[in-house]
């Protein structure tokens, strides 16, 4: 149970990605829980600065991780851009799901 004022953070994706792209759909968790509760959803997008390039994706998950753990220049510098709150009344549990993606991403173009 959240006391009032308190914030849950979600990363909606479940998903850190190499290459810097949305590739996934998004869970719906965030969305249900702001439908509940009532809340507005604060889309935020994380760009980091570097990466390795797409000759990572040869390797397994795992052992793209590990090179990017072993090799933090590869991943480094962030940029976080915050967006204005939404609240998705109207719209179904899947269409706002995909509507929070795309801010998600548009912040990341912008």
Same mark, same amino acid.
């Given at each position: /149970? ?10 909606? /994706? ?5 290459? @810097? ?27 980091? @600065?570097?990466?390795? @390039? +797409? ?11 590990? +090179? ?29 799901? /995909? +509507? ?7 912040? @990341?173009?912008?």
């Amino acid at each position: /149970e959240l006391a009032k004022d308190q914030v849950v953070v979600l990363c909606s /994706e479940g998903w850190a990605h190499v290459a @810097g792209e949305y590739t996934r759909p998004f869970k719906p968790g965030a969305v249900v829980i702001s439908k509940r509760a009532q809340v507005s959803i604060v889309p935020v997008n994380v760009t980091y @600065g570097n990466y390795p @390039g +797409l000759w990572i994706y040869k390797f397994p998950i795992k052992v793209q991780f590990l +090179l990017c753990a072993l090799m933090p220049w590869l991943r480094s510098g962030a940029v976080v851009t915050i967006g204005k709150p939404v609240f998705y009344e109207h719209e179904s549990v899947e269409e706002a799901t /995909e +509507l929070l993606r795309q801010e998600v991403i548009d912040l @990341g173009v912008s």
